[in-house]
């Protein structure tokens, strides 16, 4: 009796570990390593870092550390997909020359796995567009913009791809983000853009019918907005994100702040687990999301990283904003913290890299170093008032920009005509630090093919530009990049009343006398945009309709970055630096959300 039960318990934990080991093998781990937003910034960077009270500067980023980076991460993961989340091109002298060549260029080292289009991939129009993707070694997909078979981008992207991993079927779908690339880049008439969250549905039910239980979203459609489609939408288990620039994961111990948690995790509508993450911008941050499916294809867990990525050079900086010496001793200390507190990867950089990216340096080198005058405090850079932004805690600016002001101030100056300048918060790339100014930087800092445009618009019209661009990202869901600040006017904003009236209170400033006076309503007024928002985009779909009724207007053909290059130069030639507005020529007088 004693051989029999015994017997029976030796059955039985045989029997448990097979149906244990059966559940193992029916279990599949995915490694995701993945970037967004690199737009052109190909070099490292000087990052300010605030540790313990004091100021450091590293250097991050860069393709070449990216590079050894995924290959470091490669290596000691198993089911690995590289992927890239959109806006590869615009932003920094290398596109301004190379018009995304030098960026393809890079990225085929690399090896991604998938890139799904960004809204920036339109700036310079479908031609620039098709010669990057025709020298892609990679594959191009979007799920939600279709081409006519007269357009030069017909056929090339495609809505998802299906990749084999280990024995699994992992579908990856691309997804743009649709009203902010239409009504805010260069897109041709035969291209059109569709609703994200129906396009996403359509494509994981079509994945699902196929027998692919793991989908994969490659999303170039912002953090706050894969939030809400994830509640929406079934069958997605994991989007990786772009577009808003969104630095996830607890950063604070460098002074930095971010957006929410790496991964963040929401419930679908099926109430199943989906996992979110994006990797900030600029490739200063490589995302490594692990994630753990069961034998229904459903995630059960998801965790991972957001690596910083630096090199080993550090500066600690004085009150003055000067870079001091720190000794041997000190900087291995401080290196030595900084990868035990796990926020930061020491990563040297790819020599393949290095090399390939030369032959492209040389050519910008001359050009770039030149030095246009002195700023001469930071000026940091949100898009909306008192919301995270590149790093900057959105709190400490409860009244937006203290950048895009002081550009729209350089546009005033350089048309002698405009009594207003209105500019788009999206439309200057990022915050300056105070020091020496080059032509890099300026382009860095405004990298579009932008131009001066001055239209005729009455007071009540201005008025609407303004809200237009409130609608089109508090209602329209549109980029908080239409935000608008201005300079010869100021305004009080309030976000809880009705559309349409949510500026009030508004004043410009006589350009003879400099003095203050309410907005006439029905009196005629020369404003100054810059051509992209002059063409209707990111909403400011006013400027358009006007133009429509009664002519274009004036195209002043000022460069707008040579425009505030020239802002520069005739401070210092004053024996001025560029300063932040003074608090009586400040656009935004109060918001509230």
Known sequence: MKRFHFGLLIGLALLFDMQYLHAEQKSFELNILHINDQHSHLDSEPL?????????????GGMARVASEIKALKQKSKNTLVLHAGDAMSGT??????????????MNEIGFDAFTLGNHEFDEGDS?????????????????????????????????????????????????????????????KDISFYDEIF????????????????????????????????????????????????????????????SGKYPTEVKSVEGKKVCIVQAWEYTKVVGELNVLFNDKGEVTSCDGKAHLIAGENISLKDVSGQKKYIDKKEIKALQGMLKNGAVLDIVSEDEGIVKKLSTYKDQIKVKASEVIGDIGEDLRHIRVPGKTYDGVDGKELPLGSELAPVIAASFYNASL?????????????SGLKSGQMTVQGVYTLLPFSNTLVEIQLSGAEVKQVLEDALINFYDNYGSDGSFPYAYGLK??????????????????????????????????????????????????????????????????????????????QNMNKNNKKVMRLPKEEYCIKSYKE
């Open 48 to 60: 300010e870092l605030n540790i313990d009270g004091k100021k450091y500067e590293i250097e991050v």
């Open 93 to 106: 002298l290398y596109f301004t020359l190379f018009k995304g060549q030098a960026d393809v260029a890079l």
């Open 128 to 188: 620039v567009l098709f010669d990057f993707i025709d020298k892609a070694k990679f594959p191009v997909i979007s799920s939600n913009v279709d081409t006519l078979k007269t357009s030069v981008l017909h056929g090339k992207w495609k809505p998802y791809i299906i990749k084999e991993i280990d024995g699994q079927k992992v579908g990856i779908i691309g997804l743009e983000t649709a009203q902010k690339t239409s009504a805010s880049s260069r897109p041709g």
């Open 199 to 258: 396009r996403t549905q359509k494509y994981a039910n079509e994945l699902m019918s196929k027998g692919v239980d793991k989908i994969i979203l490659l999303s170039h459609f912002g953090y706050d907005n894969d939030q809400r489609l994830a509640k929406k939408v079934k069958g997605i288990d994991v989007i990786i994100g772009g577009d808003s620039h969104s630095l996830l994961g607890d950063f604070s111990s460098l002074g930095l702040a971010s």
């Open 417 to 429: 005509k405009s009594d207003v300048c209105i500019q788009n918060a999206g439309g200057v790339r």
């Open 491 to 568: 305004y009080d904003i309030d976000m809880n009343r009705a559309k349409n009236d949510r500026v009030y209170n508004l004043e410009i400033k006589e350009r003879k006398s400099g003095n203050w006076v309410s907005l006439n309503m029905k009196k005629q007024y020369t404003i100054v945009v810059n051509s992209y928002i002059a063409e209707g985009r990111d909403g400011y779909t006013t400027l358009q309709e006007v133009q429509q009724k009664r002519g274009k207007g004036v195209d002043t053909y000022l460069d707008y970055a040579m425009s505030f290059a020239k802002y520069v």
